[in-house]
């Protein structure tokens, strides 16, 4: 047995763990995770890691001590797990240039968006919305990580098809919503996506989705910016010294 020890966080999940499984590691509301060391540090420099867009995933998938299914976690989860990695590797302070001037944020004071925890008391990933303009009734998922990597394979499909493809918001919505006025036909679903939905109904429910969503709150306040913008995460998030 190693006489070393690693130092490790308990860190808050964003949703509680009230969209998972019964059962499930994640069901507990709070993951383990370890302090970066040099290994990590390896990862982060894998340069087919970066060329594939997996560096990161392989970097949280090192750090997280606890037996999960990472396919399962909610994209706001595994933002707030990113968010601790940053911390666990490089400290909380996080300088930024936002409009020309050099900004510097503490991310342990970053607070998890608050839950509106009536909206998860069936404790499934499924939630009901009625489009405000078509009135057609749809039921809807948070995106995991799964879903959110059969997205981004369907979307490589395509533009191998075609380069100038890029229907991200159509291939996204098409993961989302779950049944249209009861009906869970896949092929029903695609048709009425890229179809029926209203450009106004489709940005009702985004700002819905993000209204409810789990996720942790990257919002600051520059100087003479009252309604605050995000925190940009840029190359030196992960990577300081570039």
């Known amino acids: 047995m190693s006489k070393f020890s690693l130092p490790t966080e308990t860190i808050e999940l ?4 009230l969209l998972y499984p019964e059962g499930s590691e994640l069901s507990k509301g709070t993951i383990e995770m370890k302090y970066m060391t040099a290994k990590e540090e390896d990862i982060l420099t894998n340069q087919s890691y970066i060329k594939n867009g997996t560096v990161l995933d392989k970097l949280l998938k090192s750090l997280i ?5 990472y396919s399962q976690l909610l994209i706001g989860d595994k933002n707030a797990i990113m968010v601790a990695a940053r911390i666990l590797g490089y400290g909380a302070n996080y300088k930024f240039t936002y409009e020309e001037e050099e900004h510097t944020i503490d991310l342990s004071k970053l607070e998890n968006k608050k839950l509106d ?8 990933n499924e939630f009901d919305f009625t489009l405000p303009h ?10 995991t990580h799964k879903d959110e990597q059969d997205s981004k394979r369907e979307l490589d499909g395509l533009k191998k098809i075609n380069k100038n493809s890029s229907p991200e918001l159509t291939t996204r919505l098409k993961h989302i919503i779950q049944s249209i006025n009861g009906e869970t036909d896949k092929k029903d679903i695609r048709d009425f996506v890229d179809n029926y939905l209203l450009a106004r109904d489709s940005r009702a429910l985004r700002e819905y989705i993000n209204e409810i969503q789990p996720d942790v709150d990257l919002t600051f306040f520059p100087e003479g910016n009252e309604s605050g913008v995000s925190i940009p995460i840029g190359v030196n998030f992960f990577w300081p010294d570039a």
Do not use: R, Y
């Not at 001590?65 to 299914?69: C, E, G, P």
């Not at 925890?117 to 499934?124: D, G, H, I, R, Y």
């Not at 078509?134 to 995106?143: D, I, M, R, W």
């Open 134 to 143: 078509s009135g057609n009734k749809v039921t809807f998922k948070l995106l």
């Open 65 to 69: 001590i606890s037996k999960i299914d």
């Open 117 to 124: 925890e009536k909206l998860f008391k069936s404790k499934t």
């Open 14 to 17: 964003p949703s509680k763990g």
